[in-house]
């Protein structure tokens, strides 16, 4: 092994983050892209999806944490929850760990991300062999078109918007969520950079605006994203985050947290005024 290699995350032409690998874990190529494990000096494990870090052992609590834990305690009652994405396997991981939830569905289109996160990552795919868990393969937009069940939360836990992750930002897919939505559902999704983004934020953030009463924008820091601060968007059709926020529910869940707690939850939707200003009448924070 070469004790010099390097992977380094370009994003697009002026900025680059850089890790010290020590050993490639599972390289493979998808129907849908490149897949790679590697084991990092000082991050642990780390999945990249077409040479974009995914998930670092070191930080992924932070970002697994905040797109969960915010709308299952915002939401009185999360019985039935939808992922969308999410393949390594954090997400569902933290939707478990909720007693009230009875049935959790995860759709994935990309089995190589799967089952190379079963192998190499326990630390976050360790649930998706859950009892409560169903994993479907498959097409997470054709998905929403054609179930009928209805879900209480939906997280749209994706890449960025391009190759499969594409249409997971547009308006159609957003009214199908709506209509699988309980009539006081909440959806989260992954909502970009703030510094590097706020364009892609701005699209996102007309679309929900377009389908739901209730959008807002909320933040949480991260060591391997371009920038550190990433975001969430929640769209709702009832619940407010903070208003409708039970802060007993969260100390009586008897649930350890690694970043999430009950005040950082409502500070997460306190935005810097870059990002206020950048998405002025586009989201319900203030």
């Known amino acids: 092994m070469n004790s010099n290699l390097w992977i380094e995350e370009k994003f697009e032409d002026f900025l680059g983050l850089k890790f010290k690998v020590?050993?490639?874990l599972f390289s493979g190529k998808s129907e849908y892209q490149t897949v790679d494990i590697v084991e990092t000096k000082g991050h642990g494990k780390m999945l990249l999806n077409d040479g974009?870090?995914?998930v670092t052992e070191r930080?992924?609590?932070a970002y697994h944490d905040m797109i969960s834990h915010v709308p299952l305690f915002t939401h009185p009652a999360p019985k039935n929850v939808l992922i969308i994405g999410g393949g390594?396997?954090?997400?569902?991981?933290?939707?478990?760990?909720h007693c009230s939830v009875e049935k959790c569905t995860m759709v994935e289109i990309d089995?190589?991300?799967v089952d190379a996160c079963k192998e190499f990552i326990p630390q976050t795919a360790k649930d998706l062999?859950?009892?409560k868990l169903t994993l479907i393969i498959g097409d997470g937009v054709e998905?929403?078109?054609n179930t009928t069940e209805k879900f209480?939360?939906?997280?749209?836990?994706?890449t960025d918007p391009i190759g499969p992750a594409q249409p997971l930002f547009g308006e159609a897919f957003y009214r199908d969520v709506y209509d699988c939505l309980s009539d006081d559902g909440i959806v989260v999704s992954q909502g970009e950079s703030s510094w590097y983004a706020l364009d892609i934020q701005q699209s996102l953030l007309t679309v929900l605006n377009a389908v739901f009463p209730q959008t807002y924008l909320y933040s949480f820091s991260n060591l391997t994203y371009p920038g550190g601060l990433w975001s969430f968007t929640f769209a709702t059709k009832k619940h407010h985050p903070i208003n409708d926020l039970d802060v007993n529910r969260v100390t009586n869940s008897g649930l350890s947290f690694d970043y999430y707690n009950a005040n950082l939850h409502s500070a997460a939707f306190a935005l810097p005024n870059f990002v206020r200003n950048g998405l002025a009448g586009l989201i319900d924070n203030d």
Not at 89 to 95: D, F, H, I, K, P
Not at 152 to 158: F, P
């Open 143 to 145: 998905f929403v078109k």
């Open 59 to 61: 930080d992924e609590f």
């Open 129 to 131: 062999d859950h009892d």
């Open 152 to 158: 209480d939360v939906i997280i749209v836990d994706s």
């Open 111 to 113: 089995s190589m991300v």
């Open 22 to 24: 020590e050993k490639v």
């Open 52 to 54: 974009l870090v995914m």
């Open 88 to 97: 390594d396997g954090g997400t569902a991981r933290e939707v478990l760990r």
